[in-house]
Each structure stands twice: as structure tokens, then as C-alpha cells.
């Protein structure tokens, strides 16, 4: 199991990644400088969160322009399977390798909490096929811009589709978003997108170990 | 050639900001206002002489990088050198 985790200047989850990554494979993951230009043949990569090039413009949109990402959407096109949590959810919708938009919180606020996360239906994927649909889980969220924003007609493809991963519990979508979505997939499964961070619920040290579980199950899917 | 490019958020974007900013303006009294829009303006001064690359190369930048097309549109104006 070879992983690797993009590094932006302004990445800040880099290091909670990586730790994540080496207790469920067992394996050191590389760290890969947004200034590269080729990525070895990995199993995974994620784009972890953070404030990359300070956000400017658009959160995410000057790290779409990174010499990293040709290479990055070379992985995708040969299958690779790429996760993006928060900033890299955001870098991945710039990059449009994931659909939609997420725009600045409802309330304003930047939001830094625990919260219910409903899994759902969904086309086949490694990153939740492993977990059943209507599952609750609890991660943390911590951004500013996770408002998830798709037209109708692009909603009604996603539902559609099954590329929805993740949905706030009804009774708490924290900022906004359409269809109360936390996380989406790409049209054929292999890249996912979530504002939730699961590196920051790993330990005992953290309210939930449920993190781990969907890190585990991941590379179990991947390792197949 | 001098550009200024006005990217502001599409019709069906309920944009937080420009909704923020309507309330505080209805709170100082000013509650006539139908709708209020809140973008960005990007200007720049381009070394080059034809309008139309000009209007090409803005395009393009906005195309590329300045503009997110999902929930944002955008009105590139050029302004004659005097």
C-alpha cells in the first residue's frame, strides 16, 4: 500500500494525514511538494486541508494552478484514487475534478465543531463502500467556505448518480449547503471530496475514533 | 491597455456576504434596497496595443483562473488610453 499527501504552501492537516495514513497502512506515506511535477505510481493520494496560497481569489484556485496538478490528473485518468479534506475538497472542485462549488458559510462564521455525518447510497467506491448506508457518524468540521453549492439540474445528477458520499444530519448542516452535503464523488468513484476532517478523529486523545475506522476501511477497500 | 474585469456571483447564488450587507444597510435605514450584489473588481494594466488580444487575454484569464464559472459570471471592460 503506497500513499502520498500533496503539499500546498499554507497546507496545515499535512502532518495529522500523515499520521492517520501510517497507523492504518502500517507504511510511511510521501509527502509530495505542490512543485513537483510527477507523482510515482501510488494507491492513494489526499490533498489535505489548510489555507493554500492564503485562499486568495477563490479557496483552492491558485493551488488548482500548481505544476503538481497535471500530474495529479494524470493518477486520476489511469484510476488513482484521490481523497481531498476541506482545503483539498475545495482545490479538487477548482481543479474540476470534482463537481459543483462551495462558497462562504450561510452564517458567516468559521465554523470549528463535531458533527453527524449520515452516509449514503452510492455508486461503488473505495472510500465508503465499506460503510452502510445510513450510518451515523461523528468527525469534525473546521472551514470558512464549505457551502456546497450545485445547480438543480447538477444536484438531481448527483443524487441520481450515487455520487454523494456524505450528508449532514438533517438537523445540523452547519453552513449552508445544498441537499445538506458533506462530501461528493467524482462520476466514477475514485476521487472524494469532504469538508469533515477524519484525520482529526483518530486517537482517544480525540471525541471519536471514527476517523480511523474510515481511514482503515478505505485502505482495506483499495488493498481488495 | 488599461482592463477592469467585474466578476460578481450568478442570479441563483444566494451569496452570505451581499446578504450580510443588505441587512446592516436596512438597519441603518436604508430599506428600499431590492437587491444588492457583491463581487469583486480586478484591474490591470496589459502590455498590448490591440483591443482585441487585450479582450482575448481577459478572457482567457478569466476562463483559466479569476473566474469560477459554476457561480460566477463576469464582464470584462476596456478602457481606451486618453
Known amino acids: 500500500m503506497r500513499t502520498g499527501i500533496l503539499v500546498f504552501p499554507g497546507s496545515n492537516c499535512d502532518r495529522d494525514v500523515l499520521v492517520a495514513l501510517q497507523i492504518s497502512s502500517k507504511k510511511k506515506p510521501l509527502r509530495i511538494w505542490h512543485k513537483e511535477t510527477e507523482i510515482p505510481n501510488l494507491d492513494l493520494i489526499v490533498i489535505p486541508g489548510g489555507f493554500s496560497f492564503g485562499d486568495y481569489l477563490r479557496c483552492g484556485s491558485i493551488a488548482a494552478q500548481s505544476p503538481i496538478i497535471n500530474a495529479l490528473k494524470d493518477h486520476s485518468s489511469r484510476g488513482g484514487a484521490i481523497l481531498g479534506i476541506c482545503n483539498g475538497f475545495q482545490i479538487l472542485i477548482e481543479t474540476k475534478l470534482l463537481p459543483g462549488a462551495l462558497i462562504t458559510n450561510l452564517n458567516l462564521k468559521f465554523i470549528c465543531k463535531e458533527v453527524s455525518l449520515i452516509t449514503q447510497k452510492t455508486i461503488k467506491n473505495p472510500f465508503t463502500s465499506g460503510l452502510k448506508p445510513g450510518l451515523k457518524i461523528k468527525l469534525p468540521i473546521a472551514h470558512n467556505d464549505g457551502n456546497y453549492f450545485a445547480n438543480s439540474e447538477l444536484l438531481n445528477k448527483l443524487e441520481g448518480n450515487g455520487q454523494i458520499a456524505f450528508k449532514y444530519h438533517q438537523s445540523e448542516n452547519p453552513n449552508g449547503s445544498k441537499n445538506n452535503i458533506a462530501g461528493v464523488l467524482s462520476e466514477n468513484g475514485r476521487v472524494l471530496g469532504m469538508m469533515p476532517h477524519p484525520e482529526r478523529s483518530i486517537t482517544t486523545f480525540h471525541d471519536s475514533k471514527d476517523g480511523k475506522m474510515f481511514f482503515d476501511l478505505l485502505l482495506d477497500q483499495l488493498l481488495g | ?82
Open chain 2, 1 to 82: 491597455m488599461n482592463v477592469i474585469i467585474n466578476i460578481f456571483p450568478k442570479k441563483e447564488v444566494l451569496s452570505p456576504e451581499a446578504e450580510a450587507v443588505k441587512k446592516s444597510l436596512s438597519n441603518l435605514g436604508f430599506d428600499n434596497i431590492e437587491k444588492l450584489s457583491l463581487g469583486k473588481q480586478i484591474t490591470m494594466t496589459i502590455n498590448e496595443k490591440s483591443e482585441k488580444n487585450v479582450q482575448k487575454l481577459a478572457s482567457q484569464m478569466c476562463e483559466k483562473l479569476l473566474v469560477n464559472s459554476i457561480i460566477e459570471d463576469y464582464k470584462i471592460t476596456i478602457l481606451r488610453e486618453n
